[in-house]
């Protein structure tokens, strides 16, 4: 720019100029998404030295730059990141909490199991109605079904995270690869413009990372040549300069029903740790799935398993109407185990429950070293080390079937995994339920003392004694002492009589009380013509509020309210910190929005002040022009 007014003039009109470009810029980008502010910064030309001191020489532009923050982007990222993942995990707990405490009744699993057990107080009042009977066992039919509903419609909520996982991860690759490449526009433009920022372009890319962040929680560091270098989880590098890495929607070694996430490096997938992938929607869908989703099935499928096991194990202690021992009234769904497919042995292991109270709700990993074996429950991460088989661990047995095993090699058990789904009603005929007791006791008139028997009742667990039904005589021989005879007793004498105490042989245990007399008999034999007998039912009706699982501190009700507890818990902590979050987002981006989004009236005075600047620079130019017309006439 030439030195003198008339310079000064056109260096002023410049900058006018340039401030109504960009404020116009600014006016018309107010409502794009991921839109900086922009302003121009100029300084004085370098002054001219006179005798008589320094003449200004008018403004020069020195570049056009965004109202930029870096710490409150930041902050806003943060925040976007933690907010979409509360937000996520919330929504996919909407459906668990929604489906368990469904107030229709249609689904929930609490009516059920309430209509079976009053079907079973009906065989113990009516123990030979055949009615009865099939009114129970109808209602184990809707329990049944009513397990494998929900069981279903878990598995379809996990089919949704598996799917919106996938897509995550697709849209993650395609940020990723955006963001690649305007890192290389970037650098391109900026070199051109000899260092100065592409600011529309940078926008751009902040946007992505925005959309970025609300899908995975990711690390940006700005290179020195003004790349970004994006890192996710425990530091995977996702783009480096112009460089993208990829992720990949894999199915897991040890379940092909769940997706999990891998870095592709050099063709290999390289599984992440969930944990490390804490943030945005895919941080949100893996959390949901590893604390809530497994712990919901599982719960459900303990409840399933604790409640055919205990009821066969007394179902198996009654008799049926055909005076035949009982059998199992529902089918025990057997665990999961399933071998790693990057296994290198074959191994083959079983896993049988020897423990129903002892269930847990967790899944577990067993590992093998080369020397000792490493059981592992995931819901808390506590292991137990062992050197062989057999081994068993929270109510679960393991065992080596066949094959085998090599170190490194890895297994999945997870014991009440199908315990929901394929939980079934064992019998069809009601005259195989076993409502009667397989013994009965008998004082004859005869006796002359004032002992009484108990009904007597059959010793758990089973399986019941062979010599259960075998005739047993007791013969006091004095007040004191009473002889036994019978198969299977030994036949002992002279055995001390304790009024009210434990009498047991045979696998049965009957109790006599009041003072028998020397001469005295009770016997105990085969219930025969057992069929008004109800003493089996009044005991498997008595289980549905006995401490059966859980370590013996929960009923069958307890424990599925307590699934039914902790998903509600949950629900509501969720929706109190989503929306804590989200109100925390809106303030931050408030604040930055504050600092460097376009605020039209600010943009309005602008524009009149670059107007008013645009004229007087013209009225300079002007003078200027006039000062030389008159300099020319002068030297006409």
Do not use: C
């Amino acid at each position: 720019m030439g030195s003198g007014i008339f310079g000064i003039g056109l260096s002023a009109l410049g900058a006018a100029q340039r401030g109504l470009l960009v404020t116009g810029h600014n006016v018309s980008n107010a409502a794009t998404p991921g839109y900086t502010r922009q302003q121009t910064i100029q300084s004085t030309n370098p002054a001219q030295a006179t005798g008589n001191g320094f003449i200004g020489q008018g403004v020069q532009l020195d570049t056009v730059s965004r109202a930029y923050n870096q710490f409150l982007v930041s902050q806003v990222t943060q925040a976007k990141t933690e907010s979409s993942q509360l937000d996520t995990y919330f929504s996919q707990m909407q459906q668990i909490d929604r489906l368990l405490t469904d107030p229709s009744g249609r689904l929930g699993l609490a009516p059920a199991l309430q209509d079976f057990f009053g079907g079973l107080q009906d065989v113990a009042t009516n123990p030979s109605e055949v009615t009865s009977r099939q009114s129970m066992l109808s209602g184990a039919e809707v329990l049944v079904r009513r397990f494998q509903s929900l069981d279903g419609r878990l598995d379809e909520i996990q089919e949704g995270v598996n799917t919106q996982i996938t897509n995550s991860i697709s849209l993650i690759n395609t940020l990723a690869s955006q963001i690649g490449k305007l890192n290389e526009t970037i650098s391109l433009a900026e070199s051109v413009a000899r260092g100065q920022p592409a600011n529309d372009l940078r926008d751009q890319r902040d946007e992505l990372v925005a959309q970025l962040s609300h899908e995975v929680r990711a690390n940006v560091v700005e290179q020195s040549d003004g790349a970004y270098s994006i890192f996710i989880g425990s530091g995977q590098p996702l783009v480096v300069g112009t460089q993208v890495f990829q992720l990949a929607a894999t199915a897991s070694p040890t379940d092909a029903q769940r997706i999990e996430v891998t870095f592709v490096t050099d063709g290999v997938n390289v599984p992440m740790r969930e944990s490390s992938l804490d943030g945005g929607k895919l941080g949100g869908l893996l959390q949901f799935r590893s604390e809530s989703l497994d712990a919901a099935r599982n719960g459900l499928g303990r409840v399933a398993i604790g409640l055919a096991g205990t009821f066969n194990e007394q179902h198996r202690l009654g008799q049926d109407m055909l005076g035949n021992p009982g059998g199992d009234f529902f089918t025990v769904p057997e665990p999961s185990v399933t071998a790693s497919t990057r296994n290198i042995g074959s191994a083959v292991i079983a896993a049988d429950i020897t423990g129903f109270s002892s269930l847990t709700a967790s899944d577990y990993s067993l590992r093998y070293d080369g020397a000792n074996y490493t059981f592992t429950r995931l819901s808390d991460g506590v292991a137990q080390t062992f050197a062989s088989f057999p081994q068993t661990v929270d109510g679960v047995s393991l065992s080596l079937a066949s094959g085998t095993i090599a170190m490194g090699d890895e297994f999945l058990v997870r014991p009440t995994l199908n315990g929901a789904a394929q939980i079934a009603v064992a019998i069809q005929d009601t005259s195989l339920v076993a409502a009667a007791a397989p013994i009965r006791t008998d004082a004859p008139l005869a006796n002359t003392g004032t002992g009484r028997i108990s009904a007597g009742s059959v010793n758990a667990p089973p399986p019941p004694d062979p010599d259960l039904k075998e005739p047993v005589t007791l013969t006091f021989t004095s007040a004191t002492t009473f002889d036994v005879s019978g198969i299977g007793t030994g036949n002992p004498s002279g055995v001390t009589f304790t009024p009210g105490g434990a009498i047991s042989y045979n696998g049965w245990t009957v109790q006599i009380t009041g003072s028998p007399q020397p001469g005295d008999t009770f016997s105990i034999g085969p219930n025969t013509n057992g069929v008004g007998d109800n003493r089996n039912a009044l005991l498997l009706g008595a289980m549905q509020s006995s401490k059966t699982l859980a370590g013996g501190t929960a009923s069958y009700q307890d424990a599925y309210g307590k699934v039914v507890s902790l998903m509600g818990n949950k629900t509501r902590e969720l929706e109190v910190t989503s929306a804590a979050q989200a109100n925390l987002l809106s303030q931050t981006q408030a604040l930055q929005q504050s600092e460097s989004g376009v605020n039209l009236d600010e943009e309005a005075a602008n524009l009149l002040r670059y107007q008013q600047a645009y004229q007087a620079a013209s009225k300079i130019i002007q003078t200027a022009s006039l000062m030389f017309d008159t300099l020319l006439e002068l030297g006409r």
